[in-house]
């Protein structure tokens, strides 16, 4: 849906403007960085591969039940599957069944291995949170980035066309001879350097486009155009304090409580991998029953007597033994009564444990310590690297403000300076040397305090980052 709204405000915003330039505002680059970023689409991968083994390692504390069908065709010389006696002939038979397991206690290896993998899983999100944070500022930056160098495009422009009506004023002045030839030389080297500023100005605003299109993995037609920021507006003097943002950051940055969970994770890998060392005791069941095709019942159909070996002495005279003798027919067992009469089942509890295993359980045990230390190292530098962070962002914030009032204070000085350095120059009072240092001084003081103010505006937005302040 949040995709679909998207593109449906694209449209329009596109359709709406199609005629004149494509123009778009700071939320939507924001919003399509978001869901076109690669680096945000990996964390989000990521994250997705996470909660797949979460699911897979709750899962294992749930029965496992399989089951089997064997059909096979036995020749030649065989045991009978139904009367276990040997038989030389061909025989067709079949084994079915389901079998159950369950394992009851492994030492809590199993509850803290799924506990280990729920903590992997919220550093994954919150790694997923960072990134969206990162391109976030990211695209803000870039985008802060991309008005500054289109108003100073835009003043390198002006500059430009301020020394070329001077240069037209002095050719028309030099048709006439009536100044020297070197101050319509000097206006000229002037307008080429202005000329020179421009192109600059140019090719850094044609970069800092690129930049952002490279950050919402988005190509910009050639005319498009990016909504105007009041940035005057939010000018302002700020004076953060870094503990309290620094206090804030602790508590709700992504990254750092990812590092929380990596390490908490860590812990319970050392929990799990302990819990190998015990005895595992598991609940077995099954039941299964066969068939054979050579299994045959017996009927009997009549009974006769017959003489055996065996006698008795009548009157000292051997009288031979006779006993009944029972004539059977033999015919096939069907199917259904075999899978049926066939049938049996087991229930059992199995323990199992280790005697020796090449040291293997003993080598994950080190390697889980080592891991957990590995994190509480990672996470004390990441906080560390917070707080230094948090420092300079908030100093840095503090010395463009500082500059911010400073240049806006030369503008108007170096303005009014070249106002009046123009009148002289023009009545000739002052040479072309004069005049160009005049320009030359509220040209720099202009781009500078273009610079400086996007400059605020960037370094706020840092302070913002760490404070938790950007829209998402």
Request: proline share 2%; glycine share 4%; charged share 20%.
């Amino acid at each position: 849906m949040k995709k679909t709204a998207l593109i449906i405000s694209l449209f329009f915003t596109l359709n709406n403007t199609a005629q004149d330039s494509i123009v778009y505002s700071l939320k939507q680059c924001i919003d399509i960085a978001l869901q076109n970023n690669l680096t945000v689409k990996l964390n989000e991968f990521q994250t997705e591969s996470n909660d797949a083994r979460l699911q897979q390692t709750r899962a294992a504390n749930l029965p496992s039940i399989w089951g089997y069908v064997n059909q096979g065709i036995n020749q030649g010389k065989s045991i009978n599957p139904y009367t276990n006696t040997f038989i030389n002939q061909k025989i067709n038979t079949g084994q079915y069944g389901v079998n159950a397991s369950m394992n009851l206690w492994s030492g809590f290896s199993n509850y803290n291995t799924m506990r280990q993998n729920a903590f992997a899983y919220q550093a994954g999100k919150m790694d997923w949170e960072q990134s969206k944070m990162d391109i976030t500022i990211s695209v803000m930056l870039a985008y802060l980035q991309i008005l500054s160098n289109e108003e100073q495009l835009n003043q390198a422009q002006s500059q430009v066309d301020v020394s070329k009506a001077q240069t037209d004023r002095l050719n028309v002045l030099d048709k006439n001879n009536a100044l020297s030839p070197s101050v319509l030389y000097d206006t000229k080297g002037q307008l080429a350097n202005d000329r020179i500023s421009y192109i600059n100005a140019k090719a850094a605003f044609a970069s800092s486009k690129i930049t952002l299109s490279q950050l919402l993995n988005l190509s910009f037609p050639t005319n498009v155009k990016f909504e105007k920021i009041n940035v005057v507006a939010e000018i302002k003097a700020n004076e953060s304090n870094s503990e309290a943002v620094y206090a804030e950051a602790s508590k709700n940055l992504p990254m750092i409580k990812a590092a929380e969970y990596r390490r908490l994770s860590a812990v319970k890998y050392v929990h799990a991998s302990r819990g190998l060392i015990f005895p595992s005791i598991s609940l077995n069941g099954s039941i299964g029953t066969n068939y054979s095709d050579a299994a045959l019942s017996q009927k009997v159909i009549g009974v006769t007597d017959a003489g055996t070996d065996n006698y008795v002495l009548i009157n000292n005279t051997p009288t031979t033994v006779y006993a009944p003798q029972y004539n059977f027919s033999s015919e096939k067992i069907a199917f259904n009564d075999q899978f049926k009469n066939n049938l049996n089942s087991y229930i059992g509890v199995s323990l199992q444990f280790t005697l020796f295993n090449s040291l293997k359980t003993k080598t994950q045990i080190s390697l889980s310590k080592i891991n957990k230390e590995q994190t509480e190292v990672i996470q004390k530098n990441t906080n560390i690297a917070l707080k230094g962070a948090v420092d300079q962002a908030s100093i840095d914030m503090k010395a463009a403000y500082d500059r911010y009032i400073i240049l806006s204070e030369q503008v108007e000085d170096y303005a009014a300076s070249f106002k009046i350095a123009t009148i002289k120059f023009e009545k000739g009072v002052i040479t072309t040397v004069d005049y160009v240092i005049a320009k030359s001084n509220t040209d720099k003081a202009q781009m500078n305090f273009i610079a400086a103010k996007y400059d605020y505006i960037l370094k706020s937005k840092v302070l913002d980052y760490y404070s938790g302040k950007l829209p998402m």
